[in-house]
């Protein structure tokens, strides 16, 4: 099922997600939502938190950004068919020289900045089995991954960027938190529910 992606401004995007047990309700079926709805807004990351669900969960799948010319085609078929889900993950350690890239959010919609990372993460999370691992990604992969864990800490890419960029896309913000902006999916906003 398709579920409306909550916009900038909604309390529950600053909330920090809680852990997750496997005994959670309805779980492979939040999940299976959250994948049709990240796939409908042609989204390459998706956390609970983007659904109005306050928990350490979110989905991946970086397959669109394998078509990418820029890229190297070692990176480019890294990226094709990487798709995994992230439960409880936590982020052990970052590595590397920060790098930009040119980021969005499906909760904010039309706003796109520059976001400095570092390059290699460890992390450690479970996929739908409950199953510990721990990983090291490295590239787009590993700034996907950072992306949507900052989603689970409460925090948005809008927060990394300078104060002055900030001024600059305030009037965009400020309209998406109104619900005056128009996407081809389904998004749910803050102001417009009449609070």
């Not at 047990?21 to 994948?35: Q, S």
């Amino acid at each position: 099922m398709i579920l409306p992606i909550i916009g900038y401004g909604d309390p529950v995007l600053r909330k920090i997600g809680e852990e997750l047990t496997p005994d959670y309700p309805n779980l492979k079926e939040v999940i299976a939502n959250m994948y049709e709805t990240m796939y409908n807004a042609s989204g390459v990351g998706l956390a609970a938190e983007q659904v109005g669900l306050s928990l350490r969960l979110f989905v991946i799948d970086t397959t669109p950004f394998s078509d990418d010319e820029d890229l190297e085609d070692k990176e480019q078929n890294k990226l094709k068919g990487f798709k995994r889900t992230f439960i409880n993950a936590k982020i052990i350690k970052e590595e590397g020289e920060e790098w930009a890239f040119n980021e969005g959010c499906l909760s904010i919609p039309d706003v796109r900045e520059d976001v400095y990372r570092k390059p290699t993460i460890t992390i450690e999370y479970c996929e739908e089995d409950f199953v510990m691992k721990t990983e090291v990604f490295d590239g787009l992969i590993a700034r996907v991954i950072q992306h949507e864990y900052d989603h689970i800490e409460g925090i948005l890419f809008t927060d990394k960027i300078s104060s002055l960029k900030k001024r600059l896309i305030q009037k965009k913000l400020k309209n998406i938190t109104e619900g005056k902006t128009f996407q081809d999916y389904r998004m749910k906003f803050f102001a417009k529910k009449g609070r």
